[in-house]
């Protein structure tokens, strides 16, 4: 809900001026009223993209073109008869749309979860009084009254806030709490900035307050940024390039069938024989196998990816992770561990480590963390011996002191008789306890401000004036390093002190004569594994480019940790939305470092690296981050951190939460795509050469080279067997040591179609040499045939063992890593000796019983296409060591 009486937003407003506009008050709506608003506003709930119906996701997995494809091949083959193979076509069709109709609709039921970011339940004052409700009952103008470790039910205008800090990474990407006021802020401030305003979605992690509900739904931030998300998305690169393929080979096969047809009606072929020969080596041309090839390629991937951390939700995302050349990575939870850490300790004795050597701190040292242990708010989390619930600074010290054995989580701590929380207005916060030398005030707060309250630092040989420039330098090189520095000190009162002379009640005087302990270094350091898997992704030819709503020193910092060169410089938000899209793309050529960025600006960079020919891959956890995984080719989200709108927006959910997995799903990716290349490669070399021989069989003074079922015997035991066993080809080892694949190629490289047409010329023209040697040496026609059949039968044995590596020779390669491959191509081979030899089988297809010599002569020429292949890797691997000389 908008104001209406002014256009002034609502965070710029004064607290009784929103409730005027609303027509509330601090004791709330009454129920009637509220009761009439849920007419007019309706639930407050997220709109969800519905699920599409059964039958939707059923007609989805035949609009491919391949699958296009395999339609007119069943009815072509029932047209000729053939009810076998029309049957064998269908129940591959069949297969197809099961496995992708399961895995659509479980990653679609298993993701549709964005209704749990709405809060169950809220505290709202209604007729004066507070009562539960149901989140979604909430309306414009209600009052909400919020406590520390509760959701933010809806965008709420605060009326009055107490010591009130909120998360809001998941909104804004900023892993610090924010500190919220009743204070309007400038009509342009930022959504970040807006300390007036809470979020829906987000966390109270200490403090409490009352606000006024002023948006619910899709009108509230996080509904702005849903819409985003919904919609159809686009088309993956694997998709694309499949209907390219499609596109080529249909009007190539189309033309050629033509071709033949007319050539042989010319030439006074029965006109009935000539049109089932180019049907029959249309259907053998087309790769009809290859939507079953990449089905089970890709659940293969899913299922490898699956046992290694990352839960994929559609089928393509598989291979397009293997294609990605751009990974634009959220830094808070997806980098960073997004939990703020106490990393490094300076006192009057020098810098210590809080981190690598917990246990070898100084006296001095213990002390400084013992007092933000006790100048600390947060609690033991009852579910979990090992964390901490409050504001993440409180928490960051908490678990210092605890893993340095300063303050252990079953101490009992010195009784506290009054304490100052921490207010930004204040600087600094205060406790003060009763210990067994007397009573002892501990301070913790901005550096500058808790000096100024000091007259001495523990440990200090210098005098004081000496020491405080040493202070000041500390604190100036830790935040040079992007580090959050706060400033530990005490006081001790003796013993003797009488109470009314030392600082007792509720009500605490600004502290001095303070004893300054150190200065506590704290950040959200980067995951253990993510700098090696950005190493990787160097070494695979893929650019990191870190995009976080932090600071730039914050962000600049954490990318040097990372090995994120910063040569390029970092932009920010500011200048994203100054610059035009021209600028942008030039811009996003060196940088590797946004800071400070909206989703909205995250948005506008992943689609200019788009532009630029990117294949992008974007990470993130948060909210903020759901555009742009939405938008990207590839959006990966993390399971545990992250939050359900990411989820939903994304392609892959990472159950791990670790960066390391994105670069195992990018080799498992590059893996599957191979596997897919090396069927296809297969599929199209050995459908060409059928396709050449037959047709250069039509215009030679000789009769048809094969008749129709032979053709389709040929497609069935070849193609239906080997090219399937090739989606189960394993890694080769060197997928994170090549270059992205470019986003030009399609699924076969420029090398590889060559090999494509010169060994379906080589295996063409040893079929027709071997079936005119046969007629000349006298062979019945059913013979020579039966000979010629063979030894395509055995030339795809060979074929199917080239197809296994693109670069590598196939000798290198242990001819048992893939059992699968080893069975049906030697099965193809027995089904082919099974026919010829019983009766009924080769009274069918037309074949005779081959001698030992002849299978041994079929072997030996047949063995011809594998050498032609080595041939042709062995020269292309002589030629790329040249040329890296």
């Known amino acids: 809900m908008a104001p209406t009486g002014t256009t002034t937003p609502w965070h710029a407003r004064d607290a009784a001026a929103v409730l005027d506009e609303l027509a509330s008050s601090p004791r709330g709506l009454t129920a009637a009223e509220a009761g009439e608003r849920q007419q007019r506003f309706g639930p407050n709930a997220l709109t969800a993209r519905p699920p599409d119906p059964a039958w939707k996701i059923v007609l989805r997995q035949f609009r491919s073109p391949l699958i296009a494809i395999l339609l007119v091949a069943a009815a072509v083959t029932l047209l000729l008869q053939d009810y076998v193979d029309a049957i064998a076509i269908l129940i591959v069709l069949v297969l197809n749309a099961t496995i992708g109709f399961w895995q659509e609709l479980r990653a679609d039921r298993e993701m549709r979860a964005l209704a749990s970011l709405t809060v169950p339940a809220a505290r709202v004052v209604r007729d004066g009084h507070v009562r539960s409700v149901s989140a979604t009952e909430l309306v414009p103008g209600d009052v909400v009254a919020l406590e520390s470790g509760e ?26 709490s924010v500190h919220k006021t009743a204070d309007p802020v400038a009509e342009l401030t930022e959504v970040a900035d807006r300390t007036s305003m809470l979020f829906s979605g987000t966390f109270a992690t200490s403090g409490r307050a009352h606000g006024v509900v002023v948006a619910i739904g899709a009108d509230t931030e996080l509904g702005v940024i849903n819409e985003l998300v919904q919609g159809a998305p686009d088309p993956t690169p694997l998709q694309l390039i499949i209907r390219r393929l499609e596109r080529r080979i249909g009007l190539f096969v189309g033309l050629v069938a033509a071709i033949v047809f007319l050539a042989g009606a010319l030439l006074g072929e029965e006109l009935e024989e000539i049109f089932l020969s180019a049907v029959s080596m249309a259907v053998a041309t087309i790769p009809e196998a290859l939507p079953v090839v990449l089905t089970i390629a890709l659940a293969i991937g899913v299922r490898r990816m699956a046992a290694r951390n990352a ?9 397009t992770l293997g294609s990605t050349t751009v990974i634009a990575s959220d830094k808070t939870g ?16 020098g810098f210590a480590d809080i981190v690598d050597a917990p246990l070898e701190l100084d006296d001095t040292a213990r002390a400084a963390l013992r007092t933000g242990a ?12 090992a964390d901490f619930l409050g504001d993440t600074v409180d928490v960051a010290l908490a678990v210092a002191a605890r893993d340095t054995a300063v303050v252990g989580l079953d101490d009992e701590l010195p009784e506290q008789f009054a304490h100052l929380p921490y207010e930004p207005q204040n600087g600094y916060a205060q406790s003060l306890r009763d210990e067994p030398g007397g009573l002892v005030l501990h301070v913790k707060g901005a550096p500058e401000l808790v000096l100024a309250m000091c007259s001495s630092v523990a440990g200090a040989d210098e005098p004081f004036v000496a020491v405080r420039e040493s202070v000041l330098a500390a604190n100036a090189e830790l935040a040079r390093e992007g580090y959050r520095v706060l400033a530990l000190a005490r006081r001790r009162f003796p013993s003797g002190e009488s109470p009314e002379s030392a600082p007792h009640g509720p009500e605490l005087p600004h502290p001095s004569e303070l004893e300054l302990l150190g200065l506590v270094a704290m950040t959200d350091p980067p995951r253990p594994e ?5 190493e990787q992704c160097r070494a695979a030819g893929l650019r990191v480019i870190m995009i976080t709503g932090d600071h730039p020193l914050t962000a600049t910092t954490i990318a040097d940790r990372l090995g994120i060169a910063v040569d390029g410089g970092v932009i920010t938000g500011v200048e994203v939305g100054d610059l035009d899209d021209d600028a942008l793309r030039a811009r996003l050529r060196t940088v590797t470092v946004a800071a400070r960025v909206s989703p909205t600006d995250k948005l506008r960079i992943v689609r200019a690296l788009q532009q630029l020919g990117h294949t992008v891959a974007v990470t993130g956890d948060g909210v903020n981050d759901a ?3 939405k938008a990207a080719a590839i959006g990966v989200a993390m399971g545990r951190a992250g939050t359900d709108v990411a989820r939903e927006a994304s392609d892959v959910v990472l159950t791990d939460d670790r960066f390391a997995t994105i670069v195992e799903a990018v080799r498992q990716g590059r ?8 069927a296809t490669f297969f599929l199209l070399s050995t459908g060409f050469g059928i396709m050449l021989a037959v047709a250069v069989s039509v215009f030679l003074d000789q009769p048809l080279l094969f008749i129709p079922i032979q053709v389709l015997w040929l497609n069935v035991v070849t193609s239906g067997l080997q090219d399937v066993a090739l989606a189960f080809e394993p890694e080769e080892g060197d997928e994170l040591r090549r270059p992205p694949r470019p986003s030009s190629e399609g699924i076969l490289s420029k090398a590889l179609w060559g090999r494509t047409v010169v060994t379906a010329i080589w295996m063409a023209a040893v079929l027709l040499a071997a079936f005119a040697w046969a007629l000349n040496s006298g062979y019945a026609l059913d013979h020579a045939r039966t000979l010629v059949l063979t030894l395509f039968v055995i030339m795809s044995f060979f074929q199917s063992g080239s197809a296994r590596t693109e670069h590598r020779s196939l000798f290198t390669v242990s001819p048992f890593s893939n059992p699968f491959l080893i069975a049906t191509a030697l099965g193809a081979i027995g089904l082919q000796a099974l026919v010829m030899t019983w009766g009924p089988a080769a009274a069918v297809l037309g074949l005779v019983p081959l001698t030992l010599a002849e299978w041994a002569g079929c072997a030996i020429a047949a063995s011809s296409v594998l050498v032609i292949v080595e041939l042709d890797k062995f020269v292309r691997r002589l030629l790329g060591r040249r040329r890296l000389r």
Do not use: Y
Request: glycine letters at 2%; a negative charge; hydrophobic letters at 45%.
């Open 151 to 176: 959701r933010v039910p809806a965008d709420l205008r605060l009326l009055d806030a107490h010591a009130l800090l909120v998360d809001e990474s998941m909104l804004t990407g900023e892993s610090d």
């Open 311 to 319: 839960i994929v939700r559609t089928l393509p995302a598989v291979e």
């Open 334 to 349: 997806t980098l960073t561990q997004n939990r703020l850490t106490a990393e490094r300790l300076w006192t009057a004795r």
């Open 374 to 385: 006790l100048v600390n708010e947060c609690h033991a989390n009852a579910e979990s011996e």
């Open 530 to 534: 993510a700098r090696a898997s950005i």
């Open 627 to 629: 555009p742009a995984l």
């Open 671 to 678: 893996v599957t795509f191979a596997a897919i290349r090396k």
